[in-house]
């Protein structure tokens, strides 16, 4: 069956960096646009990034432009969220997803602490 895992997460201080991954199995990865969401407490899910699935165009949110850079390994099913001069706003719980047809695929996500 169709699994996203997500790992990386973790508390980090302003200004420093993070590399999310997510190891996914159970479809042929190399077929499918991945993205990244992230939801902030009290706030709505909002779309980070989105990498096609030869990685070949990428598209970001105003608010991480610059700073977050999405990337893919399609050999290893593993999509990468690297983020970069964090900042306390981008505290969230930042999941991968996918979309097959009508149905839409989540990991469970990973906490991401920007504090000092």
């Known amino acids: 069956q169709v699994q996203l895992v997500e790992s990386g997460g973790g508390l980090v201080q302003p200004g420093g960096s993070l590399r999310l991954s997510c190891a996914a199995s159970?479809?042929?990865?190399?077929?499918?646009?991945m993205s990244w969401f992230r939801q902030a407490p009290g706030k709505e899910r909002e779309l980070v990034a989105t990498i096609t699935g030869t990685g070949g165009s990428t598209n970001y949110a105003d608010s991480v432009k610059g700073r977050f850079t999405i990337s893919r390994d399609n050999a290893k099913s593993t999509v990468y969220l690297q983020m970069n001069n964090l900042k306390p706003e981008d505290t969230a719980v930042y999941s991968c997803?996918?979309?097959?047809?009508?149905?839409?695929?989540w990991g469970k996500g990973v906490l991401v602490t920007v504090s000092s």
């Open positions: 997803y996918f979309r097959r047809s009508q149905r839409e695929y």
């Open positions: 159970g479809f042929f990865f190399s077929n499918y646009a």
